[in-house]
Nanobody, 127 residues
Framework: QVQLVESGGGLVQAGGSLRLSCAAS????????MGWYRQAPGKQRELVAT???????DYADAVKGRFTISRDNAKNTVHLQMNSLKPEDTAVYYC?????????????????????WGQGTLVTVSS
């Protein structure tokens, strides 16, 4: 239906930067909101940042002023520029998309929950 693939993770020292990317592909009819979430070992998945089709953004307090989310609607991609990284930013970062998928017959349907998440990319920040 719809596929999401994250990339850009890696190992960096505290204070460094990384840029994550997520590409959506498949039978996309319309993607409304895209976002980044993260999950540290033994912790629940938490919201990092979201961006709507119109460009409205929302950030978790822990990353405000350090992370920037951006989107290319034409390419169905979303990016997360992470600056001034801290050890507590270490986590697997997941891409999420909300919207509709095209169907061979009939009208579009909501993107399937099982397809709304990528496989994640690991970010490790050393002290």
């Amino acid at each position: 239906q719809v596929q999401l693939v994250e990339s850009g993770g890696g190992l960096v020292q505290a204070g460094g930067s990384l840029r994550l990317s997520c590409a959506a592909s498949g039978r996309i009819f319309r993607i409304t909101t895209m976002g980044w979430y993260r999950q540290a070992p033994g912790k629940q998945r938490e919201l990092v940042a979201t961006i709507t089709s119109g460009g409205s953004t929302d950030y978790a307090d822990a990353v405000k002023g350090r992370f920037t989310i951006s989107r290319d609607n034409a390419k169905n991609t979303v990016h997360l520029q992470m600056n001034s990284l801290k050890p507590e930013d270490t986590a697997v970062y997941y891409c999420n998309a909300d919207g509709w998928a095209a169907q061979p017959m009939g009208g579009p349907v909501p993107i399937r929950a099982s397809d709304a998440w990528g496989q994640g990319t690991l970010v490790t920040v050393s002290s």
